[in-house]
Nanobody, 123 residues
Framework: QVQLVESGGGSVQPGGSLRLSCAAS????????MGWFRRGPGKEREGVAV???????DYLTAVKGRFTISQEKGKNTVYLQMNSLKSEDTAMYYC?????????????????WGQGTQVIVSS
């Protein structure tokens, strides 16, 4: 059974940084893509960053230039470095992975989801 386990969430002041990690177990082949979604208070869940199997990233416009997604080579481990955090980044962040096809920022393509890690940005 595939499991995605996130870590690295927490509370930080505006302008601060956090690094989220996601490690997969139960699946040895490389995922076709991995990424991060988030759901803020009172908001719809949205895709934040995805990384394709060839290593190319894609970002939500609101986080471009502030967030960086990366993947550990040869492993189903993905990171999200978040800098210059804003209060609107407050959300539960979910790691996602697809062993079938990639759907970018659409949820339907991701057949594996983590439980989520909370990020709170507040002064």
């Amino acid at each position: 059974q595939v499991q995605l386990v996130e870590s690295g969430g927490g509370s930080v002041q505006p302008g601060g940084s956090l690094r989220l990690s996601c490690a997969a177990s139960g699946y040895t082949a490389p995922f076709n893509c991995m990424g991060w979604f988030r759901r803020g208070p009172g908001k719809e869940r949205e895709g934040v960053a995805v990384i394709w199997r060839d290593g190319s990233p894609d970002y939500l416009t609101a986080v471009k230039g502030r967030f960086t997604i990366s993947q550990e080579k040869g492993k189903n481990t993905v990171y999200l470095q978040m800098n210059s955090l804003k209060s609107e980044d407050t959300a539960m962040y979910y790691c996602v992975a697809s062993s079938t096809f990639c759907s970018g920022f659409a949820e339907y393509g991701y057949n594996h989801w983590g439980q989520g890690t909370q990020v709170i940005v507040s002064s």
